[in-house]
């Protein structure tokens, strides 16, 4: 698999809890930050001093991989990234169960035949009565959670199948056509394609937590601020935490190692661009069709 056409934002792949996500980054990255490019240097298929074989144009100045070394600090940031974010959504849940707990501290709700909370008819959500819960109401109350929790999470696991598959679909067809990455406008195609299921993956995991938190809560009154809703406190939460993380992947990107990794993958885009508009530019003398060269683009191995 070659990396050219893929970019920086691939790098958040590397926290992936989706399968599909961490084989494609380590089948493009394994080898990436060794210092040398095996690949090219004695292939068979290459030329020594061009990018495609027998044509002999030259070709100089491939852009050395950036260092182990720089993937070890990236790979160190990320670890200490997430688990400060693991830590914020730690304290954050722990803060929404206490908060949950005052409430029910002098409130209750109170139950139909069938177990069901008895609805506010105006939200359409279980209503709250005056007065602390007592030990059935609680029960009660526990068993109709853990119904509500069991529907969404069998929810969420089918949302996330569904991510997964046609995200699998997408990173499979981009490793089954490698010479996208020689035409310039597929190849900005494929970065953008990578990017948008990073921040689909992100959105959803996002999404999730929030309605996991919300789901029997949501419309509960803020006990510490009467102004707002346990929902507005969860998502002003949730937002920070988006705040977070996106300060979290542009420190990453401005970091030194980030941004000698960014360059390489610049340069070698670049690189292979330049190295294309020069078949073109030679077609006529060599009497190929440059198009044509595009099947020999997963020997443009740079790994």
Request: hydrophobic fraction near 30%; proline fraction near 5%; charged fraction near 25%.
């Amino acid at each position: 698999m070659d990396i050219i056409g893929i970019g920086f934002g691939m790098m958040s792949f590397n926290m992936s809890p989706m399968p599909p996500m961490q084989d494609f980054f380590n089948s493009s990255m394994g080898n990436l930050f060794q210092g040398n490019i095996p690949a090219i240097k004695g292939s068979p298929y290459i030329d020594s001093d061009s990018l495609v074989s027998g044509i002999g144009l030259g070709a100089s100045g491939i852009p050395q991989p950036p260092s182990y070394q720089d993937f070890m600090e990236l790979t160190q940031m990320q670890y200490e990234q997430q688990a400060e974010q693991n830590q914020y959504l730690y304290d954050f849940r722990s803060d929404v169960g206490d908060m949950k707990q005052q409430v029910f501290e002098n409130n209750h709700y109170e139950f139909d035949k069938q177990g069901n909370p008895v609805l506010d008819e105006k939200t359409g959500k279980p209503k709250l009565f005056e007065g602390a819960e007592e030990a059935d109401q609680k029960i009660l109350r526990g068993k109709w959670e853990q119904g509500v929790m069991k529907d969404l999470d069998k929810q969420h696991k089918a949302e996330w199948k569904e991510f997964q598959q046609r995200s699998a679909k997408i990173l499979k067809d981009i490793q089954q056509h490698p010479g996208d990455a020689l035409d310039p406008e597929k190849s900005k195609a494929r970065q953008q394609q990578i990017m948008d299921l990073a921040k689909e993956e992100q959105a959803l995991r996002m999404r999730h937590e929030k309605e996991n938190l919300s789901a029997t809560t949501g419309h509960l009154p803020n006990p510490n601020n009467s102004k707002e809703t346990m929902g507005d406190f969860i998502n002003n939460g949730i937002n920070e935490y988006q705040t977070m993380v996106n300060n979290h992947e542009q420190e990453l990107k401005d970091s030194p190692a980030g941004q000698t990794v960014q360059e390489y993958f610049d340069s070698i885009n670049s690189f292979v661009q330049s190295q294309w508009q020069t078949l073109k530019e030679y077609q006529s003398e060599y009497d190929f069709d440059p198009d044509a060269m595009k099947k020999y683009a997963g020997r443009l191995k740079f790994m």
